[in-house]
């Protein structure tokens, strides 16, 4: 790694140095490097640095951490992007306080900026999860890049439609990229990891603790050009998502939710504070379109086929484009109406059957 790359760990150290002020240094003096040999005077010209922060950047000693971030990186396989690289992302450079360096494992392409998030419930209902998959898989399948936390519910949900559905998706991370949080989507961090990229502001090591949360979201809707809301309570985080792009000038979406359901009032009330309505991907299309021209002219890519357990190519088998109900289905296939409706629901989230009003289902 480049020494400037060193200096800019060794900067973001000092306490009170936070992205902006660090920016701010950097271009002022033209290096990290500069910064860390500038003395107190000359630090205090910079506006927005005080007396206190210039003379605690002047005093800075190094306490190795940047030499053993650069070691945690290597070992882990990821690398560090900067805020003057040409790589790092453009949409993600307008946000105020975008952060000076990126760790990122994987690769972030220029066809990421075209990107939409897609958060919600940790703990969706079967309509909220249905919704999620279905707006992720056709939206990656349009050109878009599926941008979410990696966390259970609704995010997990998206990256796997997006991934299933032969498209990208980036990740963004509330820890360091050798903490994966939660454990349980380590495997999915991986597939991530292979195809597109996981993303973090946070030093190799940090632990995911809740504070980190409000700011990863920030990086979420900063990556994306619109925020999808999919299920969200009253004090969801996926609300704190949804108010962050509205402050970066993003567009904000929510997906109409039952109203008697606790799990809808946070999409609910985004709507009466005028959210875009989204049912289905073109309402995002129709709104983004002058953003994503670009990629409108092409063909949707086609889905990547899916393995089906037995009990769901059974199912997907007795299925036609005309859609048929749930009972028939569940009489046909020899399981009972849950049993039924588990399968057809891993079929929904693997993009091969879609459900239509009064419990019909038909293959896509």
Not at 101 to 116: H, N, P, S, W, Y
Not at 134 to 147: F, P, Y
Not at 152 to 180: E, F, M, W
Request: hydrophobic letters at 40%.
């Amino acid at each position: 790694m480049v020494g400037e790359k060193l200096d800019l760990l060794r900067l973001s150290c000092v306490p009170g140095v936070g992205p902006q002020r660090l920016r701010a240094l950097v271009g002022h003096f033209h290096s990290a490097a500069a910064v860390l040999a500038a003395s107190a005077k000359e630090l205090s010209r910079v506006p927005g640095i005080d007396r206190t922060t210039s003379a605690q950047i002047s005093a800075f000693q190094d306490n190795g951490f940047a030499e053993q971030q650069v070691d945690l990186i290597e070992k882990s396989g990821a690398r560090m992007v900067t805020y003057w690289d040409d790589d790092y992302p453009p949409y993600l450079k307008q946000v105020y306080d975008a952060p000076p360096t990126l760790f990122v494992k994987g690769a972030i392409e220029d066809r990421d900026q075209f990107g939409i998030a897609v958060v919600g419930s940790r703990s969706p209902s079967t309509y909220g999860r249905a919704a999620a998959a279905k707006l992720a898989s056709e939206l990656s399948q349009r050109g878009l890049t599926i941008v979410s936390g990696l966390a259970h519910g609704v995010d997990a949900i998206a990256h796997k439609s997006a991934l299933d559905s032969g498209g990208r998706t980036i990740a963004v991370l509330g820890s360091g990229l050798d903490k994966v949080y939660p454990a349980e989507n380590t495997h999915l961090f991986g597939r991530i990891a292979e195809t597109a990229a996981v993303v973090s502001e946070f030093p190799m090591g940090t632990l995911p603790d809740r504070p980190n949360f409000p700011r990863r979201n920030r990086l979420i809707s900063g990556l994306s050009l619109g925020v999808i809301v999919v299920e969200a309570g009253e004090r969801s985080g996926a609300l704190i998502t949804a108010s962050m792009a509205l402050e970066q000038n993003r567009e904000v979406f929510a997906v109409p939710g039952n109203i008697d359901s606790r799990r809808s009032v946070g999409c609910n009330n985004l709507l009466k504070e005028g959210a875009q309505v989204v049912t289905c991907s073109d309402d995002v299309i129709a709104v983004l379109a002058p953003q994503l021209r670009p990629i409108l002219h092409a063909a949707p890519s086609q889905p990547v086929d899916v393995p089906l357990t037995r009990e769901e190519a059974s199912v997907v088998a007795m299925l036609s484009n005309e859609p048929m109900h749930i009972d028939r289905i569940a009489k046909e296939s020899n399981n009972t109406t849950g049993q039924a409706l588990s399968i057809l629901l891993s079929l929904e989230l693997k993009n091969v059957v879609k459900q239509h009003p009064g419990k019909l289902f038909a293959r896509l």
